[in-house]
């Protein structure tokens, strides 16, 4: 599918502030693509698929997890966790996606993981700090992305796992493996 016709797709599948924040994500995703030096394509069919299963419906989502023998630990996380793998299953198989590099930054946009690609932290970052979005810090992480995507992947994870505690939320594995690991490079002086 061409850009168009995945945009009409994704606009149908969500409410329209869901859908800005998606052109905002791409928006985002591109110039850092272009900043790093990372396929354009590639990183617009990543950001615009990203959110893509976020208003399916909870059971069809667990059925599909199922079939698809997902991680088993999903189910006893928050379920909007849920959205990402199932987004890069439905991204392959409704619009033909074969590109694993584009799935994988789908499938880990919302937890991360300890072997994040450059495609990947530019998706969870531009998901993170698209203009639409709003926090204490965001300014910040905007100007980390540009600096540095491993000390703005540290910065936006620790941010994350600090929320999710103060709401008593439990925290998926792969987001503490994911802090763990940029953190220890920042021990190390690569950050």
């Known amino acids: 599918m061409n850009r168009e016709e995945i ?12 859908f ?15 900043h790093y030096d ?13 959110d893509y299963a976020k208003y399916v419906d909870k059971e069809a989502m667990m059925a599909i997890m ?4 997902m991680d088993p630990k999903l189910f006893t996380y928050n379920q909007e966790l849920w959205h990402a793998p199932v987004g890069a299953f439905l991204a392959k198989e409704k619009f033909g996606v074969e590109d694993e590099a584009v799935l994988q930054a789908i499938a880990c946009h919302t937890t991360g993981n300890a072997a994040m690609s450059t495609l990947d ?19 910040k992480a905007r100007r980390l992305s540009f600096d540095s995507l491993d000390a703005a992947m540290l910065f936006a994870l620790a941010n994350t796992i600090t929320f999710l505690i103060t709401k008593r939320q439990p925290i998926f594995p792969d987001t503490f493996e994911a802090y763990n690991y940029f953190a220890r490079l920042q021990i190390e002086g690569e950050v």
């Open 7 to 18: 945009l009409e797709a994704v606009k149908e599948a969500m409410p329209e502030k869901r």
């Open 20 to 34: 800005i924040h998606t052109l905002g994500v791409e928006k985002t995703a591109l110039e850092l693509a272009e």
């Open 38 to 50: 990372i396929d354009a394509k590639q990183t617009s069919t990543a950001a615009l698929l990203h």
């Open 66 to 69: 199922v079939e698809q023998k």
């Open 121 to 139: 932290k530019i998706i969870y970052l531009a998901d993170y700090t698209e203009p639409n979005r709003s926090f204490p810090g965001v300014y």
